[in-house]
């Protein structure tokens, strides 16, 4: 990008947190012991509940249900993935609702913790930045900088990762296999399941099951290769500093 100069602009890269009455922030604010990291794509969001309780989750699902309607829970150890088919994150009154600057752009997950939002920009432009704080803090949002830096392009490429990319040469069967697996702790050290267990209550053949899960995860690791090896490339400093909280 140039300025009005015609000089170069470097990227940058900010994460902030935001603590406002948002629904997700006031479960974690109340339940201090949980994280929540939320994607969206438009029509459902994917919440990714971290538990140091898993008895905790009652209480806690209480609370979703007041805020929005839940498709499915996937339980896998103190992790809970709950899908939502009303989409939260952009609606009025929220940070997002705030991000309509195309200089801006959104990396996820958003992530909740203690009662606070946490988000991460790329930014083109520090006075969009400047503006979007200012205007938040305007409106009674409470925000702190957590990090502001410039943006090297050692994560660029990641950025073009979609969920197309990673899963739209899997079947029906496969997502089913590596879904059923990851639930009754098949890919846990030490494993919560073994193959015979998880495909008797399949009702399908040990060698059927295995089949389909060994193909879903080739394909996903042929898909994620690539990636790898770009992060491989990463300096340690870097990779310690792309933590979103």
């Known amino acids: 990008m140039l300025n009005a100069t015609g000089l170069s602009m470097p990227l940058f890269e900010i994460v902030f947190r935001a603590r406002y009455e948002n629904p997700f922030g006031r479960i974690t604010r109340d339940n201090p012991s949980v994280k929540i990291f939320q994607w969206c794509n438009d029509k459902y969001d994917v919440m990714e ?26 339980h896998n150890g103190g992790n809970t993935h709950v899908i939502t088919r009303m989409c939260a994150c952009g609606g009025p009154g929220t940070v997002q609702n705030y991000l309509k600057d195309p200089t801006l752009l959104l990396i996820p997950p958003i992530a909740y913790e ?5 988000l991460r920009l790329i930014g083109f432009r520090h006075e969009s930045v400047k503006k979007l704080l200012g205007k938040l803090g305007e409106d009674g949002f409470e925000v702190e900088i957590l990090r502001k830096k410039p943006f090297d ?37 030490p494993r919560g ?3 015979q267990t998880i495909a008797s209550k399949e009702k ?6 295995l089949e389909h899960l ?22 340690k400093d870097r990779k310690d500093a792309m933590a979103l909280v």
């Open 49 to 74: 509940l971290v538990l140091q309780k898993q008895e905790d989750y009652r209480e806690i699902r209480d609370d979703f249900t007041k805020v929005v309607e839940i498709v499915d829970e996937i």
């Open 114 to 118: 203690k009662g606070w939002e946490h």
């Open 153 to 189: 392009g050692y994560i660029a490429s990641s950025l073009t990762l979609t969920t197309d990319a990673l899963f739209s040469g899997l079947t029906e069967k496969q997502v089913h296999a590596l879904l059923t697996a990851y639930a009754q702790g098949y890919f846990r050290f």
């Open 193 to 195: 399941a073994d193959l």
């Open 204 to 209: 399908i053949s040990r060698t059927t099951f």
């Open 214 to 235: 060994k193909k879903a995860e080739n394909k996903i690791i042929t898909a994620l290769i690539p990636h790898i090896q770009l992060f491989r490339r990463v300096p």
